[in-house]
């Protein structure tokens, strides 16, 4: 049974960086994709970036040129590495793979 651990989330002020990780324990070979979505209050869960198992990357038009996804196959973990965070990126971000959800953690820029 996979289960994805996100961490890395926590309250920032606008311009400053985080680095969210995503691990998929008890996985079973590479995820063809994993991505990270967010769902901000009062508005529906959307794609944020996403990569395939052999590097090819999509972003989140709002994203592109700020944020950045990477992954590492062989420890089956996915990064989301956001700078220049905005009050809009605030959001609970979520990591997907192998068909699961993880359990979100939550990101606030603010100042």
């Known amino acids: 049974q ?3 651990v996100e961490s890395g989330g926590g309250l920032v002020h606008p311009g400053e960086s985080l680095r969210l ?10 995820a063809d994709a ?4 967010r769902q901000a209050p009062g508005k529906q869960r959307e794609l944020v970036a996403r990569i395939t198992s052999d590097g090819t990357t999509n972003y989140a ?3 592109k040129g700020r944020f950045t996804i990477s992954r590492h196959n062989t420890k089956n973990m996915v990064y989301l590495q956001m700078n220049s965070l905005k009050p809009e990126d605030t959001a609970v971000y979520y990591c997907y793979a192998y ?3 993880g ?9």
């Open 61 to 63: 038009d709002s994203v």
């Open 99 to 101: 068909s699961k959800w």
């Open 103 to 111: 359990q979100g953690t939550q990101v606030t820029v603010s100042s």
């Open 2 to 4: 996979v289960q994805l």
């Open 34 to 37: 994993m991505g990270w979505y």
């Open 21 to 30: 990780s995503c691990v998929a324990a008890g996985s079973i070979g590479t």
